[in-house]
């Protein structure tokens, strides 16, 4: 499994993002120009960000 930054994010990547003081891994349940609905897969609820908001993540690729 490889990391590629502030690649172009679609439905259905996983990415890492930094919250205040730790990092957490998200699925994309949906991405749109403006907007994406994130789920932290830990049993609490998705959330959404505007992407500018995703200032620095990492975007997994099994490739």
């Known amino acids: ?5 502030m690649e172009k994010l679609n439905t259905g990547d996983v990415i ?3 919250t205040h003081d730790d990092v957490m891994t998200v699925l994309v349940l ?5 907007f994406v609905v994130l789920d ?3 049993d609490s609820t998705p959330f959404v960000m ?8 990492r975007k997994f690729d099994a490739t």
């Open 1 to 5: 499994m490889t990391t590629v930054l």
């Open 16 to 18: 890492e993002v930094r």
């Open 30 to 34: 949906l991405a749109t120009d403006d």
């Open 40 to 42: 932290p897969c830990d």
């Open 50 to 57: 505007q992407r500018e908001e995703l200032v620095e993540y």
